[in-house]
């Protein structure tokens, strides 16, 4: 089946929902407005039970099927944050807020998820209970993993859990998705290299924390190279180095940070065993000493198989089978639905956004066009895998 017509119907009103959210951004946890929004609209539609204030501004919606002798219950998940960036560009929806844009497109991700909530409880054609997750903080707060610690799987009995993410560059109308690693799990370090500060026309009197910082960087930019198997995928990638005030002083302190992305456990424990090695023996090479703060941010997004093969599937049946990619490479971008997917099995698709900016970019615009098919696929996911 293509797009639902009742889905093509609600478009319009979806779009004006979703062009709201963009003009009004929240950061992180305080999506206070988005969330009110959601849990109003989530009872005009008539949910069987609506429950807020999980991590602090998170809403659950119930909606029971027509039957529920199945007893499955399917959880479906939306982002409603953005991001701390100054839109470009001159939409008649534009930012309002300075300093705040929907950048990755949780507007739409936010919109989308409404629509479904309206349609499966008007039509309920389903032998089971959806369990809708609007979550806030997704853009590095973790927002996820404090509703899974506040115990949301638990509380509302999730049997499986699914999630969706617009992606630029694959066209509207159209899904990707692979079983196993599809997202990259995301960590942080900072090096702190501790030395001798002295002036610069006599650096033998002093220990160059400059000169051990630019070997180290070297160093920590070999480990993917020369320590990662070649057919497996990891970046380690320094963003910043702050060292020194002057031109004529060698600084007692240099801060390196940087950022390391894996598809495997594996691969994530041995980086992180390299990148302190690493530092300690090259700050010792050149009398320095190193703190390491190293810091695990959001795992691997990890697809259940059966999952995959069952979201995939569905997206078909949306978008024909030449509209879904099965086999498509992962991405290094990472994704707190990865902590979803550690407690439940599951799975996670990207839905095509057409040619527009790339996500995190200040002119991005999520597309209004990918609405009815990303709606359509929830609707069709909930009734497929739990017929009536």
């Known amino acids: 089946m293509p ?8 478009v319009p009103e979806i779009a004006q929902w979703r062009q709201d959210f963009h003009e009004h951004p929240e950061l992180l946890f305080d999506v206070n407005r988005t969330a009110a929004i959601v849990a109003e609209k989530l009872t005009e539609f008539g949910c069987d039970e609506i429950v807020t204030g999980i991590a602090r501004t998170g809403v659950v919606a119930i909606i029971q099927g027509r039957e529920t002798g199945s007893g499955k219950r ?7 944050d953005a991001l701390p960036l100054d839109e470009l560009g001159d939409l008649p929806y534009k930012s309002k807020v300075p300093g705040k844009m929907h950048a990755c497109g949780h507007d739409g991700h936010t919109a989308m998820l409404l629509g479904a909530a309206r349609y499966l409880a008007e039509t309920r054609n389903f032998d089971g209970t959806a369990v809708l997750i609007f979550q806030p903080a997704e853009e590095g707060g973790g927002g996820g993993k404090m509703m899974l610690d506040e115990g949301i799987m638990e509380r509302f009995a999730i049997d499986e859990a699914y999630g969706m993410h617009n992606m630029p560059g694959i066209p509207v109308g159209a899904f990707a998705i692979r079983a196993g690693a599809m ?3 995301a960590d942080r370090f900072k090096i702190l290299v501790q030395g001798k500060g002295t002036h610069a026309a006599m650096p033998h009197q002093g220990t160059d924390t400059i000169l051990a910082s630019c070997h180290l960087v070297t160093a920590l930019h070999s480990i993917v190279s020369r320590n990662v198997d ?3 995928a990891a970046v380690v990638s320094v963003g910043r180095i702050c060292a020194g005030e002057t031109f004529n002083v060698l600084p007692q302190q240099a801060e390196i940070l940087g950022t390391v992305r894996t598809l495997s456990p594996k691969i994530r424990d041995d980086i992180e065993i390299r990148v302190r090695s690493i530092a300690d023996h090259v700050a010792a090479t050149f009398g320095a000493t190193v703190e390491v703060d190293y810091m695990r941010g959001y795992p ?3 697809n259940d198989a059966a999952s995959a093969s069952f979201m995939q599937d569905a997206a078909c049946d949306v978008a024909g089978s030449q509209g879904v990619d099965g086999k498509g490479n992962p991405i290094m971008g990472s994704e707190d639905f990865a902590f979803m997917l550690e407690e439940r099995p599951g799975a996670y698709i ?3 956004n057409g040619d527009s900016a790339a996500l995190h970019h200040p002119a991005y615009d999520f597309n209004d066009a990918a609405i ?9 996911l909930i009734e497929k895998r739990m017929p009536v």
């Open 3 to 10: 797009v639902i017509n009742r889905v093509a119907d609600l």
């Open 372 to 380: 009815p098919y990303g709606v359509s696929l929830w609707a069709r």
């Open 230 to 232: 070649p057919l497996e």
């Open 183 to 185: 997202m990259a799990a």
């Open 300 to 302: 691997v997004l990890m």
């Open 74 to 80: 399917i959880a479906l998940r939306a982002d409603m």
């Open 350 to 352: 990207f839905l095509g």
